[in-house]
């Protein structure tokens, strides 16, 4: 059984950051590209980065490029997102998604999610 957790999420002011973390079991992470999603209340599901299958190229939207980080400790199945330098605009439910196929920047494209974990930031 596939099972991505979120966590890390929280209220923080503008200008600060936040890490948040995906725990992923019953997949093998390196197998999948990992992206991280968010959704802001009455709006769609919207990419923020990714990183490859197998690798370590990553890609990012442009709102957060500079100010985000993806990375991946294969050894523990997880995956991150640093996020400095946050905006209110940052404010959204924030969510791992694994995808087998290929390479997308579309939520549809991604096979499993986490539940999502809430990041706050205030002006």
């Known amino acids: 059984q596939v099972q991505l957790v979120e966590s890390g999420g929280g209220l923080v002011q503008a200008g600060g950051s936040l890490r948040v973390s995906c725990a992923a079991s019953?997949?093998?992470?390196?197998?999948?590209?990992m992206g991280w999603f968010r959704q802001a209340p009455g709006k769609e599901r919207e990419f923020v980065a990714f990183i490859i299958r197998g690798g370590d190229t990553t890609y990012y939207a442009d709102s957060v490029k500079g100010r985000f980080t993806i990375s991946r400790d294969n050894a523990q199945n997880m995956v991150y997102l640093q996020m400095n330098s946050l905006k209110p605009d940052d404010t959204a439910v924030y969510y791992c998604?694994?995808?087998?196929?290929?390479?997308?920047?579309?939520?549809?494209?991604?096979?499993?999610w986490g539940q999502g974990t809430q990041v706050t930031v205030s002006s």
């Open positions: 019953g997949v093998f992470i390196l197998s999948y590209h």
């Open positions: 998604g694994a995808g087998a196929g290929s390479l997308t920047m579309t939520a549809a494209g991604y096979d499993y």
